[in-house]
């Protein structure tokens, strides 16, 4: 390359130096470099991309071959951005890789591109890996769903608790608000009062006397969505001692009839926290 002025032939020369470089000091390239294709990006949202079916070859040549779980974990993710029926076949054999972080990974992949159908799924709910179980409740499987609410591991149970996709999910998550843990059951009331799940006002209305404040509040809160809690109860929370009871409180206020909203109105005016 010939550069005629001076000034631009020294500054080009100190790019190209710089990249020199650079390139000299870089010892590790990125996991995306390494990918035999080149990354794939796709925008957010569902995936509409259609690959070649070269490039699903490739992606599967290179799981075969990979040694190292990141990258295998990155190259499962890539089939779960390319339409295909090759790549939906793929992603249905790595289910049952002996890793469970690839399994895990090719639950999502199959989900990204609506490929994630029950009969696919089940095999899995028994999965000895928590990894892979939790994906499955993230897929709204119904039945990961339920079978999450008892799952020994923790946090599972607290994904399950916040997802629910039919009747059978919303009463499985009622059914088990008197055995959770305040924070467990915060998240319960929220996700039956997102669904409008009025069957569930039994089981949320105990949380009402809670002595945890996040249950308690999250039961108000709950209630005043589902429009399943009167004056008298409202009236009862104003005088909780903690402020974010007697918020919520007003809050849920606002699904009364007019006159008792007045009510509600005229208590809250005297309360000697500015925050309510």
């Known amino acids: 390359m010939m550069f005629a002025h001076p000034r631009i032939r020294s500054v080009a020369m100190v790019l190209l130096l710089a990249g020199s470089q650079a390139l000299a000091q870089s010892t590790q390239p990125a996991v995306s470099d390494m990918l ?41 993710t890539d089939l779960g951005k390319c339409i295909s029926p090759a790549s939906e076949a793929i992603l249905k054999r790595l289910l049952a890789d002996p890793a469970p972080l690839i399994r895990a990974a090719a639950v999502r992949a199959l989900v990204a591109i609506n490929a994630a159908d029950p009969a696919t799924l089940k095999p899995l709910l028994s999965d000895p890996s928590a990894y892979v179980r939790a994906e499955l409740i993230r897929a709204k499987l119904p039945e990961a769903i339920i079978a999450g609410l008892k799952d020994a591991d923790e946090s599972l149970q607290g994904i399950a608790l916040g997802i629910s996709v039919n009747a059978d999910t919303d009463r499985a998550i009622a059914d088990q608000i008197k055995s959770l843990q305040p924070w467990q059951a915060g998240v319960a009331v929220s996700t039956l009062a997102d669904r409008n799940y009025t069957d569930g006002v039994s089981a949320i209305r105990p949380l009402l006397v809670s002595n945890n404040v996040v249950a308690r509040v999250s039961a108000i809160r709950a209630l005043g969505k589902l429009r399943a809690i009167d004056r008298n109860a409202i009236e009862t929370q104003l005088s909780h001692s903690h402020a974010a009871v007697r918020v919520a409180a007003i809050q849920a206020a606002m699904t009364l009839a007019n006159a008792d909203r007045v009510v509600i109105a005229d208590r809250t005016i005297a309360d000697a926290d500015l925050a309510v």
Not at 40 to 62: C, F, Q
């Open 36 to 76: 035999p294709y080149g990354p794939l990006v796709t925008p957010e949202g569902k995936v509409n991309v259609v690959a070649s079916p070269r490039t699903i070859e490739l992606i599967d040549e290179a799981i075969k071959e990979e040694k190292e779980l990141a990258r295998r974990v990155e190259l499962t």
